[in-house]
Nanobody, 123 residues
Framework: QVQLVESGGGLVPAGGSLSVSCVAS????????MGWYRQMPGKERDLVAT???????MYAESVKGRFTISRDNNKKTVSLQMNSVKPEDTAVYYC?????????????????WGQGTQVTVSP
């Protein structure tokens, strides 16, 4: 019983910057790691970045040095700052939250997902 809502997607020129954000609601105590994934049509959904509640981050090699993930545990938000964007960054970006160890009120799904937000990078 966790809801994730993304915002901030849009069109940005190559080399520019854009940020996307995600707000968690519901039983947010069910959340452990949060992060961002992205997916292009016909492609698999791939990990972009994650952050633990303690602030430890991890990035896909393709975005290291360009993207920065941040998390506010009090506001229940996670954001992704995207700098020096490339056309190959174009995708639907999804907010993700990993469920904590099994607890009845948290449901049986090991992950929660947002609806996605489109990021398009023009040449």
């Amino acid at each position: 019983q966790v809801q994730l809502v993304e915002s901030g997607g849009g069109l940005v020129p190559a080399g520019g910057s854009l940020s996307v954000s995600c707000v968690a609601s519901g039983r947010t105590e069910c959340i452990s790691v949060m992060g961002w994934y992205r997916q292009m049509p016909g492609k698999e959904r791939d990990l972009v970045a994650t952050m633990t509640s303690g602030g430890k981050s991890m990035y896909a090699e393709s975005v290291k040095g360009r993207f920065t993930i941040s998390r506010d545990n009090n506001k229940k938000t996670v954001s992704l700052q995207m700098n020096s964007v490339k056309p190959e960054d174009t995708a639907v970006y999804y907010c993700n939250a990993e469920r904590i160890a099994p607890v009845a009120m948290c449901g049986s799904d090991p992950d929660y997902w947002g609806q996605g937000t489109q990021v398009t990078v023009s040449p």
